[in-house]
């Protein structure tokens, strides 16, 4: 009878289901990412108890002004993916915009990393003194570059033109 069968005890440990799966960002805690230039975005995935298989990791929520080459990557063992990103502004220079980039693992939402991200111009350029020479005088001025947010690479600036300053009579 059921009254029997909801008395009776049992010998069985309590089962706590977990995810095959963890996503963890490599080597940072934010995700930068620069205006015009194409920057990696590397996930760990860790397979988790005795998992084995393919899964597919991907991007399911992109902030505004950042895009991926791919939006979902595959995995056939624990490794870490490689997405790249690249930043778009709409002004110049854009405004520093924060915002989160969610990539999961499958179809399940437990196998999510949500991951903070900034897009920013990678460099600011000053010069100073700024203004105006008169016709016929020489003068000096000195070009700042200024990294952003962690930015790394070299840059390089080039002379594209001199100013010609003639006095017509």
Same mark, same amino acid.
């Given at each position: 009878s059921l009254a029997a069968f !909801? &008395? $009776?005890? /049992?010998?069985?440990?309590?089962? =706590?289901?977990?995810?095959?799966?963890?996503?963890?960002?490599?080597?940072?805690?934010?995700?930068?990412?620069?205006?015009?230039? &194409? =920057?990696?975005?590397?996930?760990?995935?860790?397979?988790? !108890? @005795?998992? $084995? @298989?393919?899964?597919?990791?991907?991007?399911?929520?992109?902030?505004?002004?950042? /895009?991926?080459?791919?939006?979902?990557? &595959?995995?056939? /063992? $624990?490794?870490?993916?490689?997405?790249?990103? =690249?930043?778009?502004?709409?002004?110049?220079?854009?405004?520093?915009? &924060? @915002?989160a980039l969610t990539f999961q693992a499958g179809s399940s939402t437990a196998s999510q990393l949500t991951v903070p991200t900034t897009l920013v111009d990678p460099y600011s350029v000053s010069i100073t003194p700024l203004g105006q020479y008169a016709p016929g005088t020489q003068g000096n001025f000195t070009v700042t570059v200024t990294t952003n947010d962690g930015f790394a690479q070299s840059t390089t600036i080039t002379e594209i033109g001199r100013a010609s300053c003639r006095e017509r009579v």
């Open positions: !909801n &008395t $009776a005890s /049992s010998n069985t440990e309590p089962y =706590t289901a977990t995810e095959p799966i963890s996503l963890s960002l490599v080597s940072s805690d934010t995700a930068h990412v620069y205006t015009s230039l &194409t =920057t990696a975005i590397k996930v760990q995935v860790n397979y988790l !108890n @005795g998992f $084995a @298989g393919s899964v597919s990791v991907s991007a399911i929520s992109v902030p505004s002004g950042i /895009s991926l080459q791919s939006t979902s990557l &595959t995995a056939s /063992s $624990a490794t870490t993916l490689t997405f790249k990103a =690249t930043g778009s502004g709409t002004s110049n220079p854009p405004p520093v915009q &924060t @915002g």
